[in-house]
């Protein structure tokens, strides 16, 4: 089992780490690291050369014979390709360095063998996607599988605590969020559900520490 870390994610801004109102300090499993990078595609600008027929005579216009126009610049060419279609988000929007709600933590034996407290996992469900230049990604480009899965909830099989949710439509937690059928999942174990699916997309094993 991996130890507890604290959320030190980087911050592309430079901002310190914010908890939202009413949040303390918690504790957070890491389970995805690394950081996301936006391809920057080269464009390339082709320029065309014109010339004259031996024995023609120069053009009497100033600055020469017109330059040839180029096919993007043909009205009829520009209507006829179509414009990309706008990316669904599913009304995931930036939320900054929000993270979402606190719930209850459990405790769990670090590799120690000592109690500790865990308060959730970090993995994309909470993490907001960034550049490698390193600010903050426009939504319609993060990764698909953020923006199908905009509200999660962390729990803990065994009891079925809530560690923490995190709805990305609203920047906040998920409300009114009802726990479904855990018994067909492994016990001991914290999982991030989709909220509105229950499907798991992550888990992470842990052992209880019982008082």
């Known amino acids: 089992m991996r130890d507890t870390a604290r959320d030190d994610r980087a911050r592309p801004d430079g901002t310190g780490d914010d908890d939202g109102p009413g949040r303390s300090t918690r504790w957070r499993a890491p389970l995805v690291g690394g950081a996301l990078v936006v391809a920057v595609l080269g464009v390339g600008i082709a320029a065309a050369l014109t010339g004259r027929a031996a024995g023609t005579e120069p053009s009497d216009a100033v600055g020469g014979a017109p330059a040839a126009e180029a096919p993007g610049d043909d009205p009829a060419l520009a209507a006829e390709t179509p414009a990309p279609a706008p990316v669904e988000t599913n009304g995931v929007q930036q939320c900054g360095a929000v993270t979402g709600t606190a719930g209850t933590p459990v405790q769990v034996r670090g590799d120690d063998g000592e109690p500790t407290e865990l308060g959730g996992l970090e993995g994309w ?17 993060w990764p698909r599988q953020v923006l199908d ?34 018994s067909a999942l492994p016990p001991s174990t914290v999982v991030v559900l989709d909220a509105e699916t229950g499907e798991v997309l992550a888990e992470h094993p842990v052992e209880l520490a019982t008082p």
């Open 149 to 182: 899965h905009p509200a999660t909830v962390t729990v803990e099989t065994t009891t079925g605590t809530v560690l923490e949710s995190f709805d990305r439509r609203t920047c906040t937690g998920v409300e009114d969020w009802t726990a479904p059928d855990l």
């Open 125 to 141: 469900w909470n993490s907001t996607p960034a550049s490698d230049a390193g600010g903050w990604l426009d939504v319609e480009k």
